[in-house]
């Protein structure tokens, strides 16, 4: 298979998660399983709440990539599918969360839990599901995968801090900014990944490897997600086009347009950033700018390249399904925005 990302051959099919669900199909049963198992409980708004969004059209993908990366290894025991649902109930939880800082009104196309329960229920809903997360953890047993996922966890909410005290700075700059998506994203995306290496009794250069594909994809597939929001619909999104602008979030497309733009394009975004100018027409605005400057265009440049070293990191191990599904994956991450 291509490690070309971008595929310019249009004889070529689309590239598609298929094969990655074909391959983790069985697995991922199992893990659903253990998912509806652990998110129930005897106060029924319990399993009400986080039903709606773990039922709600997810591709599970973070789940998926600890079974393929166990399937890459040729690892043929059960205790990733506890850990695939542990690293599943760590990103639910994490959502929870986010629509309430967001204050969101959509997820996957559907009402947010905030919108339907409140906010209390919301962040109470994603406590429990965060300790359920290290149940499944303690459970397996290893200290190794524990330091991991815990890790993760407490990166993430560090991202999520970090990107609050950046809130509607739209001069935020691309450093700071890669640096809140590797701790909000990639850091779960590279943890998912690295856990298999740890159940597989690989080497340390083989949980590099996994965990080096895993952030890579991750912060792809955000950068990817940045742009979709100016150049989409809500049929691919989950959610309506604009919805970064509108809320005022300070993604890698404002902070390149905005470092590009004349005078008067820096006032407009601030202005926008602020709340000041969210209209339809002003969105129309700032797509025109986020086009004008290639801001668009220089966001998913970057994608593809932290997509290429994604794949580029599982290349040392043995050709087959599993690293083929894997690499589709990647491309088919970066590809949802074409």
């Given amino acids: 298979m291509s490690a070309t990302i971008h595929r310019l051959d249009p004889t070529r099919p689309a590239p598609s998660l298929e094969p990655m669900m074909s391959l983790v199909a069985a697995d991922m049963n199992a893990v659903n399983a253990v998912i509806l198992d652990r998110m129930q409980s005897e106060i029924p708004l319990i399993p009400e709440l986080a039903g709606h969004l773990i039922a709600g059209g997810g591709k599970r993908m973070r789940p998926m990539l600890t079974l393929a990366s166990a399937k890459l290894l040729g690892y043929t025991g059960n205790r990733h599918h506890r850990l695939a649902a542990s690293v599943e109930f760590i990103h639910t939880a994490t959502l929870l969360h986010d629509d309430v800082v967001d204050g969101s009104d959509l997820r996957r196309g559907k009402r947010t839990a905030n919108l339907i329960w409140g906010n209390p229920a919301s962040i109470l809903v994603g406590d429990f599901l965060f300790s359920r997360s290290f149940e499944l953890m303690v459970e397996d047993g290893s200290l190794k995968v524990l330091k991991i996922l815990s890790n993760a966890s407490a990166v993430i909410a560090e991202g999520e801090v970090n990107q609050l005290t950046a809130a509607r700075r739209v001069d935020l700059g691309e450093e700071r900014y890669l640096d809140i998506i590797g701790a909000k994203t990639a850091a779960l995306f590279a943890a998912a990944?690295?856990?298999?290496?740890?159940?597989?009794?690989?080497?340390?250069?083989?949980?590099?490897?996994?965990?080096?594909f895993g952030r890579n994809l991750g912060i792809a597939f955000q950068l990817v997600d940045d742009a979709i929001d100016y150049v989409s619909d809500a049929g691919t999104m989950g959610k309506d086009t604009g919805d970064d602008f509108r809320e005022g979030k300070v993604t890698l497309p404002v902070i390149l347009a905005y470092a590009r733009g004349s005078e008067e394009d820096r006032k407009f975004?601030?202005?926008?950033?602020?709340?000041?100018?969210?209209?339809?027409?002003?969105f129309v605005h700032a797509v025109d700018l986020v086009r004008a400057t290639r801001a668009i265009d220089d966001t998913l440049a970057r994608a593809r390249h932290y997509g290429q070293r994604a794949i580029d990191a599982i290349a040392g191990f043995a050709p087959g399904k599993a690293r083929d599904a894997m690499t589709?994956?990647?491309e088919f991450a970066v590809a949802r925005a074409y």
Avoid at 196 to 206: F, I, K, L, P, T
Avoid at 269 to 282: N, P, V
């Fill in 193 to 212: 990944c690295k856990i298999a290496a740890v159940v597989a009794e690989r080497s340390d250069g083989e949980e590099a490897a996994l965990d080096a």
């Fill in 269 to 282: 975004w601030k202005d926008a950033i602020l709340g000041f100018r969210a209209s339809d027409e002003d």
């Fill in 328 to 330: 589709e994956a990647v």
